[in-house]
C-alpha cells in the first residue's frame, strides 16, 4: 500500500550539515514509502558524512530548477526542511500550483542565529538565501502550514507542531561493535583519556570555553578531541599541545570516535542561537553509551536527565570539576553512558521515532484525499 506512495524532501543546501537531520526523517520514513531528498548543493558537493551513502537517494538540483524537478517527480506529499527559500518556499509554491500536502520540518529556530553574525548579514538580497531579511521572511511564513514538525520544545512553543527530536540508528550506533583500546592506539591517543567534541565548532558552541577548560585541567594524560571541523573552523582554533583537530568524517564512521573517547562535551553557550537549538550530536553519544557533560540549554537537561551531567552555560570552573569528577570516577562514567544508551533505544532511536512519524505523514495524506474526494 504506502510502498508506493513518494515523498520529496527538501533541503536547502545539499553541501551543509542541514542535511544530517534531513537524512534521518528520510531513513525513517524509507521504512515506510519511497523518498528522495532533492536541493541545491552550494559547494556542487553533497555534504562530506553522508555522501557516500547509498542507502537514501539525494539529488542536486540547481535553484532555478526545483520547481521544475518537484513537479516532474509528482511526489504525493513533500517534506521541506527548515523555512528557507530553497526548502520551505519552494514547498509552499508547489502546494499552490498542483495542490501536494506539505509538511514543514524546523530545527533551528533560524532568526537566532543573526544576532551573532549581524541582522544583515551577507546581503539584502533574498536570492542569497543566508540573510536576515529572507530568514525574516521565512518566519512569517511559518503559520501558513499546518502540519509541522519540530526538534525541541522551545520550537514547540513558538511555532506548534509535533515534537520529533533528533534521533539515531542504535543498531549502527552500537558501543559492542568497537574496541577502544584499539581505535585509540589507530588515532595514535593509546594511553590518553579523550575528552570529545563532535561536531561543527560554531562560536556558539562553546567550542572556545571547552579548550580553556581543559587547559585549565592540566592534565597530562588527557587530550581534546574535535571531530568535524572544516578548514575554515580549523584555522580559527588555537594550537595547544593536548588539543587534536579532525575534518569532518563519514556518517559511518562517526561511531568509531565516540568510541574511543571518555568523556562527550556539549558546551552549548547561552545564546539565541542555542536556545532554539538541540544539538543533534547528544543523541550519537547516547546511543554510544557514552557519559555526555552538556550546558543547561534547551532540552539538553530533560534529555540527559538521570543519564548525564549538567553544567551552567559558560561555566569554566565548574566544567572542569565535571570533567575531573569522570575522568576520577570510570565506574560512575560508564553507569551514565549505560542508562543513556538504554535512554536513547527507549525514546530516540529509529525504531522508537519511525512509528511517530509514520502516523503523521499517514495524517496529512489522509486529509488530503479527503479533501480530493470533496
Not at 515523498?7 to 551543509?16: A, D, E, P, R, T
Amino acid at each position: 500500500m504506502t510502498s508506493k506512495t513518494k515523498i520529496i524532501f527538501l533541503c536547502f543546501n545539499l553541501s551543509s550539515n542541514c542535511l544530517g537531520r534531513v537524512y534521518i526523517l528520510a531513513k525513517a520514513l524509507q521504512r515506510y514509502y519511497e523518498v528522495e531528498i532533492i536541493g541545491p548543493a552550494n559547494s556542487g558537493k553533497i555534504w562530506g558524512p553522508v555522501s557516500s551513502d547509498k542507502t537514501v537517494k539525494l539529488k542536486i538540483v540547481p535553484q532555478t530548477k526545483l520547481v521544475r524537478a518537484v513537479k516532474e517527480s509528482n511526489p504525493d506529499l513533500i517534506y521541506a526542511c527548515k523555512p528557507k527559500p530553497t526548502s520551505y518556499g519552494v514547498g509552499l509554491l508547489i502546494r499552490k500550483m498542483t495542490g501536494k500536502p506539505l509538511i514543514l520540518d524546523i530545527d533551528d529556530w533560524e532568526l537566532g542565529f543573526y544576532p551573532l553574525r549581524g541582522k544583515l548579514y551577507s546581503s539584502l538580497f533574498f536570492w542569497d538565501m543566508d540573510n536576515y531579511v529572507s530568514a525574516l521572511l521565512m518566519d512569517k511564513l511559518i503559520p501558513r502550514v499546518k502540519y509541522k514538525t519540530v526538534s525541541n520544545t522551545f520550537l514547540k512553543k513558538k511555532f506548534g507542531g509535533t515534537l520529533v527530536p533528533h534521533f539515531r540508528d542504535t543498531n549502527l550506533f552500537d558501543p559492542k561493535d568497537y574496541n577502544q583500546k584499539n581505535i585509540k592506539k589507530e588515532l595514535g591517543l593509546e594511553n590518553q583519556k579523550i575528552i570529545l567534541f563532535l561536531g561543527t565548532p560554531r562560536k556558539h558552541k562553546g567550542v572556545l570555553d571547552l579548550i580553556a577548560a581543559v587547559e585549565k585541567l592540566a592534565r597530562h594524560d588527557v587530550t581534546l578531541l574535535i571531530v568535524g571541523a572544516n578548514k575554515a573552523d580549523k584555522a580559527g582554533l588555537p594550537t595547544k599541545p593536548f588539543l587534536k583537530v579532525l575534518g569532518q568524517q563519514p556518517f559511518n564512521e562517526i561511531p568509531k570516535f565516540l568510541a574511543a573517547s571518555d568523556i562527550v562535551t556539549i558546551f552549548q553557550a547561552a545564546s539565541k542561537a542555542s536556545l532554539g537549538q538541540l544539538p543533534a550530536k547528544v543523541f550519537d553519544a547516547m546511543s554510544m553509551a557514552k557519559p555526555v557533560i552538556a550546558s543547561r540549554v534547551s532540552d539538553l537537561p530533560n534529555v540527559l536527565k538521570d543519564c548525564g551531567v549538567i553544567v551552567t552555560p559558560g561555566d569554566i570552573d565548574e566544567l572542569v570539576r565535571k570533567m575531573a569528577l569522570l575522568l576520577d570516577n570510570p565506574e560512575l562514567a560508564k553507569e551514565l553512558g549505560k542508562k543513556a544508551r538504554d535512554k536513547c533505544i527507549q525514546e530516540y532511536s529509529y525504531d522508537a521515532m519511525a512509528p511517530k512519524l509514520h502516523e503523521l505523514v499517514e495524517e496529512v495524506l489522509d486529509k488530503a484525499r479527503q479533501t480530493a474526494r470533496t
